[in-house]
């Protein structure tokens, strides 16, 4: 039996859900730790990565840090929960326009959404710090994107009737209250 969300439980203040990110976030912070205790034996092969060129650093960043964090909320919030660990914690889930629950591909669609920023940032990052063919003034022009996405962002919720970002709007999905 496909478990249903209720259909208005009322609208999720955006306080609880910056509240289940920073949840989140202590787990990220907890798998970056990992990874930094890792690599000092592992140096040897990943410094080349990191110098070898702006494409082979943020590729290797992407598989390291953006990927995995990426699956993990488009996993847990596909899954049965529709939930990671910090909207667990809170009492929310994602859910779709009408109530019902999400699968995968609104889940993957929507983290995908979600982390543009992120990931537009790293690529910039990594072609300013390593000289790449790319004009700086491309450079410069992504990361006032990646500026304005983040606002975007984070401002939508507030003139959105169900408080849904700009990500929730596009990928169709909002944030509820388990019901």
Known sequence: MKEQIQENPGRVPFGTRIIAFLWDYVLILGYIVLLVGLSFPAKPLLVP???TSAATAEL???LLITLPVYLYFALCEGSKSHATWGKRKMGIMVAGMRGQPVGYG???RRSALKFIPWELAHFTIWHMIIPSGYPDILIYCLLAVVYGLV???LLSPLWS????TLYDAISGTVIRYKG
């Open 49 to 51: 990565l990191f110098q």
């Open 60 to 62: 290797t960043g992407f």
């Open 106 to 108: 609104h889940s993957f």
């Open 151 to 153: 606002f975007l962002y």
């Open 161 to 164: 009737k169900q408080n849904q």
